[in-house]
């Protein structure tokens, strides 16, 4: 159980081009997901918590704009990268928690396997 | 906000010895201490958590040990492998917000 998906897996784009980042839990309802962003050799950075039915919360620092979420349902968020740009490419990953449901360990997450953005 | 440091940033060991990675946060608050391990390009895998109503835990060839007073917090890895090579992420969460603060990472290398 408690397994999160990402789509796509990798992905190569023009600059100036946005993309969309799936993140799904597939055996589970997530009542908060997490978007995270690491750079090579480096740590996990959250750039945003997003809640079922309501606006993203964003990190200092991180644009609103940029990086639009949406979480539509208890199993769907998606990360959009609005017009971007090659210091954009990054690992993305996204985590699933069950913060807030009965019964659930509040506070792990479930890490989705990542997506891979390169933008040339 | 929460700040995790981590040390050391790399680690390397002869198999069959220990490892130990050390970390350190800043707000009592905090309640909740992941360990994940990361291979290169793959997700974080919890491989231990404990929380700060327990002083120590065991899991095998892994224990992680809490010291809520002085704030930091250790991962023991012992009679390595090969295998545990990786980078292993420390993490702390505040009660509330479930919010995970990473520290920077520990290669871990592992010599056969």
């Known amino acids: 159980g408690a397994v999160v998906s990402q789509h796509p897996s990798w992905v190569i784009c023009k600059s100036g081009t946005s993309v969309k980042i799936e993140c799904r839990s597939l055996?589970?309802?997530?009542?908060?997901m997490f978007w995270y962003r690491q750079f090579p050799k480096q740590s996990l950075m959250l750039m945003a918590t997003?809640?079922?039915?309501?606006?993203?919360?964003?990190e200092q620092g991180v644009e609103k704009d940029k990086f639009l979420i949406n979480h539509a349902s208890l199993t769907l968020s998606t990360l959009t990268v609005t017009s971007a740009h090659p210091e954009d490419s990054s690992f993305y990953i996204c985590?699933?928690?069950?913060?807030?449901?009965?019964?659930?360990?509040?506070?792990?997450?479930?890490f989705g396997p990542g997506t891979r953005l390169t933008v040339l | 906000g929460e700040n995790v440091e981590q040390h050391p940033s790399t680690l390397s060991v002869q198999e069959g010895d220990s490892a130990v990675i050390k970390c350190t946060y800043s707000?009592?608050?905090?309640?909740?201490f992941p360990w994940y391990k990361q291979e290169l390009g793959k997700r974080p895998q919890l491989i231990i958590d404990?929380?700060?109503?327990?002083g120590e835990k065991k899991d095998q060839r892994i224990a992680v040990t809490l010291n809520k007073t002085a704030k930091h917090f250790s991962l023991h890895i012992t009679e390595t492998q090969p295998e545990d090579s990786a980078v292993y992420f420390c993490?702390?969460?505040?009660?509330?917000?479930?919010?995970?603060?990473f520290g920077a990472g520990t290669t871990v290398t592992v010599r056969a």
């Open positions: 985590s699933a928690s069950r913060a807030g449901l009965a019964g659930a360990n509040h506070n792990e997450q479930f």
């Open positions: 055996d589970f309802q997530a009542t908060t």
């Open positions: 997003s809640n079922e039915g309501s606006k993203a919360t964003y």
């Open positions: 707000d009592s608050a905090s309640n909740y």
């Open positions: 404990i929380r700060s109503n327990v």
């Open positions: 993490a702390a969460s505040y009660p509330n917000d479930y919010k995970l603060s």
